[in-house]
């Protein structure tokens, strides 16, 4: 798929996972990208230098999406080198391992930030922007965890769902606008040592899932850009499941 000639995107936490596969999907159809990173930035600049390569535009932007000034600059930055904005996406996030029983409201706070106050801050942001120009599109990474919650995933499930709502609340408000928002909600997508590390679940997800693999970074990447493309002009305040069939699967 190739996305109309100027477009610009934004990837938060594109330096590597389903945010490098994410970045290299935008430029393949077209985009200039920027990759941003917040503590790594050997991966961006990777990726960024993937994309020259191949012929694209990158830029390589730093920031700390904790904060909401930083939120602010980051977009800015992106918006000045590109020209514009056409398309943000949602995807810096953490997900650690944490039983409610031992959580501290620390680190119920450090993932909701990440994963959920960025998304707000950042969205904002680029509305200002894209508000000026015609619109745009916003996707936020969500995941099959926002409904379907899993053991010790508690503060991460619980900003999982609200991501989903944030964008299905910012496509009532922003739709006058000409921006639309819209959710991806990956399946288990595979990684460097993710079978050596986790091996009884990644064999149960191959077991339930309709499509028989794990998915790839690629193909959340695919779904990021149908919806920044014309192909989704009448799309928004939708979440888009991308987990290989697993969520039709009955759970009795």
């Not at 596969?21 to 960024?48: D, K, M, N, S």
């Amino acid at each position: 798929m190739k996305l109309p000639a100027g477009q610009v995107a934004l990837v938060t936490g594109a330096g590597g996972g389903i945010g490098r596969g994410i970045a290299l999907r935008f430029a393949r159809a077209g985009a200039a990208v920027a990759v941003h990173f917040r503590t790594a930035p050997e991966p961006a600049r990777e990726v960024a230098g993937l994309i020259r390569e191949s012929g694209g535009r990158a830029v390589v932007v730093q920031g700390d999406l904790t904060d909401e000034d930083d939120c602010r600059r980051v977009v800015r930055e992106a918006a000045e080198w590109g020209g514009g904005l056409t398309a943000l996406v949602n995807n810096a996030g953490v997900q650690p391992v944490r039983e409610l029983a031992g959580m501290t409201a620390e680190e119920w706070r450090a993932v909701v930030d990440t994963n959920l106050t960025s998304v707000f801050a950042c969205t904002q942001a680029a509305a200002e922007i894209m508000r000026e120009r015609d619109g745009g599109s916003v996707t936020h990474i969500a995941s099959i965890e926002a409904s379907a919650p899993a053991p010790a995933h508690a503060h991460y499930c619980a900003s999982k769902a609200a991501v989903v709502m944030h964008a299905r609340s910012a496509a009532l408000e922003y739709g006058p606008l000409g921006i639309r928002v819209n959710t991806v909600s990956p399946g288990l997508i595979d990684r460097e040592g993710l079978a050596d590390a986790w091996p009884e679940g990644v064999e149960r997800w191959r077991r339930a899932v309709p499509l028989g693999r794990l998915g790839r970074p690629e193909d959340i990447g695919d779904a990021c850009v149908f919806l920044a493309s014309p192909m989704a002009s009448w799309l928004t305040g939708h979440d888009l499941v991308v987990d290989g069939g697993v969520s039709a699967r009955p759970t009795w």
